[in-house]
């Protein structure tokens, strides 16, 4: 724990440097001792202010409190980064914990696998090995996204809707031909424009 102070009209006490010290301790035994911490007193007028920041993981924490008492602003401004800490930890600790969605390989291990022997007797059998697949297969999510740029707001013959979605780059394009009937141009994977026209 590498621990930085600055005084700012205030001259740091050993008292105060313990008590800081003995504050941040605890935080050891939630992040280890990777984490680096700064600490401004800062005396005004009357006023007491400590501003505590610690970083862990490239995460700020900071805890700034106000008093008549430098020690009981130093005490305040710790029990505000203890609370943070712990709520970043059980935060992250939960983020980390979730499962991960699995994906089925072939490669199953040996004691999912069931051995079998197929023949028409005992001495023609031959061993198969018998695989269990998942139940359920794995579905993904669909992302509805509106797109004004695949829709021709003119009247436009064939040719002018396939040159349209050319230049547009759009696998799908719907326009209107010029009788008013509405159309759907569908480019196929083999890159060839499918013509659909709907009743």
Do not use: C
Not at 10 to 30: F, M
Not at 123 to 138: D, G, N, R
């Amino acid at each position: 724990m590498n621990v930085e102070y600055t005084g700012r009209q205030y001259e740091v006490t050993p008292a105060v440097r313990k008590q800081v010290e003995h504050g941040l301790g605890k935080l050891e035994k939630l992040f280890g001792s990777t984490f680096d911490s700064h600490v401004i007193l800062t005396l005004e007028k009357h006023r007491h202010i400590a501003e505590i920041t610690i970083k862990v993981r490239n995460h700020p924490i900071v805890g700034i409190a106000e008093s008549t008492d430098m020690s009981v602003a130093v005490g305040e401004a710790l029990d505000k980064i203890d609370r943070q800490a712990i709520k970043y930890k059980t935060r992250w600790r939960s983020k980390k914990r979730h499962a991960r969605k699995t994906q089925w390989s072939p490669a199953l291990p040996k004691q999912q696998a069931q051995q079998m022997a197929v023949g028409s007797n005992v001495a023609t059998a031959v061993p198969v090995v018998v695989h269990s697949f998942p139940a359920v297969a794995k579905l993904t999510e669909t992302h509805v996204v509106k797109s004004a740029d695949s829709v021709a707001m003119r009247p436009m013959t064939l040719e002018e809707a396939v040159k349209e979605a050319e230049f547009r780059d759009r696998d799908v394009f719907v326009f209107r031909d010029p009788e008013g009937r509405v159309k759907v141009l569908h480019r196929k994977k083999d890159g060839k424009m499918e013509l659909i026209e709907a009743p």
